[in-house]
């Protein structure tokens, strides 16, 4: 096209065709394809970390501060509410394998009595804005077993 003159139909359209064609015949599908197409998707993509918090790997310090609070909890039985009542640590003696808690400890939830909840099952608990994690319970040996579970987090 001379400069100063407007371009024809014809010429706008092989200048599109001529385009595309050179875009699309360097794309080979094959890694080191020089093609703009294979350039854009061979960006390094960014990797985003998300941090996740879950109630079953939280550590005995973090389950003291939730004493009294309650904890919504679902199983079999429907959707529950259970109160936690108590943490006590277990005694250590020696050390502890690789990938276990420091401190072993166990938690009791003390349900109301319309609750049925009736444990040795894996429940979902959920508190306040943390996510949703499955725990096993099981009946605690004890004067409330009817309306407390367990939970042993090693």
Avoid at 93 to 118: C, H, K, M, N
């Amino acid at each position: 096209m001379l400069e100063g003159r407007e371009a024809t139909r014809r010429e706008v359209l092989n200048a599109a065709i001529l385009g595309s064609a050179v875009l699309i015949g360097g794309c080979s599908g094959e890694a080191g394809s020089s093609s703009a197409l294979s350039v854009v998707a061979a960006a390094p993509k960014q990797v985003v970390e998300v941090a996740t918090f879950s109630l079953g790997a939280a550590e005995i310090e973090y389950w003291r501060g939730l004493i009294g609070q309650n904890f919504a909890v679902s199983g079999a039985e429907g959707p529950m509410h259970a109160d936690l009542v108590a943490v006590t640590a277990l005694p250590v003696v020696g050390e502890r394998p690789a990938g276990l808690r420091l401190q072993p400890f166990i938690l009791e939830f003390d349900f109301a009595a319309r609750e049925q909840a009736t444990g040795d099952a894996l429940y979902t608990l959920a508190f306040g804005r943390d996510p949703a994690s499955m725990m096993y319970l099981q009946l605690a040996g004890h004067p409330n077993a009817g309306t407390r579970l367990t939970a042993l987090l090693n």
